[in-house]
């Protein structure tokens, strides 16, 4: 037997009810998971790119600390790489190295400037030193000088005393003028006059009167003449220098010019 109509649709609509029911459910969740996808996108976007200004903000800030000049300024360029950092690192080293090598160079300098400085104080007092000794010993000498009573005691003390034109004038001094020609008689050498004629010249200024005694004495040697003639030209030469540059110049005076040009052709011969 059939079964009516009735009874056979009443469970398909409600099947097709279900379905319809369930596929608007469906499209409802669909629709409200996009939206939420596409809130949650916003929000994502919107962290990372708030994360990426933080991160620039940061690495600006960081960057003008660093690059902050004396003045507290910050420079135009802001960024740094890690290039450059190494760079200025070993700048920084190579200056410390250079600054270290030149305090090592100057303490060196300072250190051999102190030891000359030194060795010149030394040299110094070594020579203060020497130079009070030969004085000291040119008074005692001086005291000791005695009249000579021949040739050989005037020429050994006169020998002993070269080099040292004062010492030579206080033993001429001490021996008398009038003494000369007795004292060397024929002894008489030609060098040793010309030496004593330059050592009267050292005092003619300052005792005039008995340097010219002293020349006038000499000419009296025995042999005089003959010693002139031995004389060699540099001897001559420098004779004729001393008469006209000391004994005879315009500073003489007139009574003793005389008595020199007198003397004249005798100690200066016309060649």
Known sequence: MTPPSSVLSDPLKERTEILNKASGALRSSMQKVGKSKVEVNKHVGAVQ??????????TAAIQEDHNKDSDGQVPAKTSMSVEEIENK???????????????GVQSSGLESSKKNHKKQELKASVQELAARAASLAKAE???NITPPNSAYQFEVSWRGLAG?????ARLLK???????????????????????????ATFFTEEMDLAVKYLENLAKVSRFDTIMMCLSSTDRADLHR?????????????????????LRSSYCPKQ
Do not use: H
């Open 49 to 58: 790119s708030v994360s990426r200004s933080s991160q620039k903000i940061v």
């Open 89 to 103: 690192s070993m700048r920084s080293k190579g200056q410390e190295a250079n600054a270290s090598c030149e305090d």
């Open 141 to 143: 000498v001086a005291k």
């Open 164 to 168: 040292d034109r004062t010492l030579q």
């Open 174 to 200: 001490v021996t008398s003028p009038v003494a000369l020609p007795q004292i060397f008689k024929n002894a008489m050498s030609a060098p040793m006059l010309v030496d004593i004629i330059r050592c009267i």
């Open 242 to 262: 001393i008469w006209d540059d000391v004994f005879c110049n315009n500073a003489t005076p007139m009574e003793y010019a005389e008595r020199l040009d007198n």
